[in-house]
């Protein structure tokens, strides 16, 4: 069974996919979204659920260090309440304390530049999101 893992921010969702047997998360590609035009990328999502035949998407929750739910995590979950209903497959909502900052210490250490850290950063989170799922739940 395939999973999708999504990185929902407010200009950008990063997406990775599964391997068929769930143990391998890879980053493949990054949505952009425009909140104030109300153009959130559930379309694109959707194309690439049916492209790679997911059955299962984990949405990352950015809960805050004392464990409570801010603006942006209030945002993710309405973004996994809509996709749920537009696509009609289980979405998870997963906690992603610090997997942006620890996407940003990883491209650091390779020696990626700051330009290029830009364009693949919210890809390498939602990678990180989804591999911390299939890692606690096989």
């Not at 620890?102 to 939602?126: C, F, G, H, N, Y």
């Amino acid at each position: 069974m395939k999973i999708m893992g999504l990185d929902v921010g407010s200009k950008t969702v990063g997406v990775a996919i599964s391997d068929a047997l769930g143990w391998t998360a890879q980053g493949i590609e990054i949505i952009s979204i425009n909140e104030e035009a109300k153009q959130f990328g559930y379309n694109r999502v959707k194309e690439l659920i049916d492209l790679h035949e997911v059955e299962k998407v984990v949405v990352g929750l950015p809960k805050n260090m004392n464990n409570t739910i801010g603006p942006r995590a209030e945002s993710s979950k309405k973004y996994a309440e809509v996709l749920e209903a537009r696509t009609g497959i289980p979405v998870v909502l997963w906690d992603e304390r610090l997997t942006t900052q620890a996407a940003e210490r990883t491209l650091l250490e390779a020696d990626v530049s700051r330009k290029k850290r830009k364009l693949v950063i919210d890809k390498l989170a939602a990678v990180m999101i989804l591999q911390s799922y299939l890692d606690a739940n096989n």
